[in-house]
């Protein structure tokens, strides 16, 4: 299966899939230290986010979101890519400081994909395969 992307944040990267149809907010979700979500009333709490292609609909909350995915990054705690139905400023800015393919514009369809599908993010040539 392949979808067709926008690049938002250049590289190319896979991994496992990690699937969320709720937005993340960096700040308050997920924890910095751990990479695990903690809050109780996101679907994904208890689960990592590191070295997976997090796949989510969009972020949301503080702008010091984007200074969470950097530090997720430099603890090697960081998503190896993202993928969103529409980016918005504060993970794109995450993860373009940190380094991390992030696409956006894909069809809803990819909310679908099985957890732990391996999942390719080529951003710079704008297409999402799952292998």
């Known amino acids: 299966m392949e979808f ?5 944040a250049s590289g190319c990267a896979c991994g496992p899939a990690l699937v969320t149809r709720e937005p993340i907010s960096f700040l308050g979700n997920v924890d910095p230290e751990t990479g695990r979500v903690i809050d109780p009333s996101h679907e994904l709490c208890g689960k990592c986010v590191s070295g997976k292609v997090l796949i989510f609909p969009g972020g949301k909350g503080s702008t010091v ?3 969470v995915i950097y530090q997720l ?3 090697g705690l960081a998503p190896n890519a993202m993928i969103n139905l529409r980016a918005e400023p504060i993970v794109a800015v ?3 400081i940190s380094g991390i393919p992030l696409v956006d514009r894909v069809p809803e369809e990819v909310l679908g994909i099985a ?4 999942v390719l993010v ?3 040539g704008e297409v999402v395969e799952v292998l």
């Open 4 to 8: 067709r992307c926008h690049r938002v």
């Open 73 to 75: 990054k430099k603890r």
């Open 122 to 124: 080529d951003a710079d």
């Open 94 to 96: 995450g993860a373009i």
């Open 65 to 67: 979101g984007s200074y």
């Open 115 to 118: 957890e732990g599908a391996e």
